[in-house]
């Protein structure tokens, strides 16, 4: 599956047993606002970094329990997770993920699990059109 969404217009990554940012592709690197796919996989003091580490904290618990659903079940609905961008502007995200089934997954923390963004929006502009059209109704109420 790397082979053929490594190409892929919609973003996807796939995260290793302890949940690290194994394989993603460009559209996944250009939608968070990183370079290039190193830049995004390895933080500024050279480790890997976590799938976690982009997630909003109420999407970090969300997260979670997919994560516990996904060592029962090797597929996952589709769920939505709120992420931080490089630049720390957040998006929404709409996700359809699954669990890799490798045999020796249960001696990792993780179940290696690979994702597709099947939608998203940027929540910081939601929000400041939220503010211009209550702004509106302020202005035309008087």
Known sequence: ????????ESPYVRLNSENEFEVVNDSFVKLLGYQNE?????TGSGTRRTFESILTPDSIRTY?????????????????????????????????GERIVFPTFRRKKYPPRFGIVIDYQNIDDQNKDTKKSGEESAENKN
């Open 1 to 8: 599956i790397d082979r053929v969404m490594t190409e892929a």
């Open 38 to 42: 190193p830049d995004l996989k390895e």
């Open 64 to 96: 979670s329990e997919i994560l516990k659903q996904s060592i029962q079940e090797t597929f996952t609905d589709k769920y939505s997770i709120d992420m931080f961008k490089k630049n720390g502007e957040k998006i929404r995200a709409v996700v359809h």
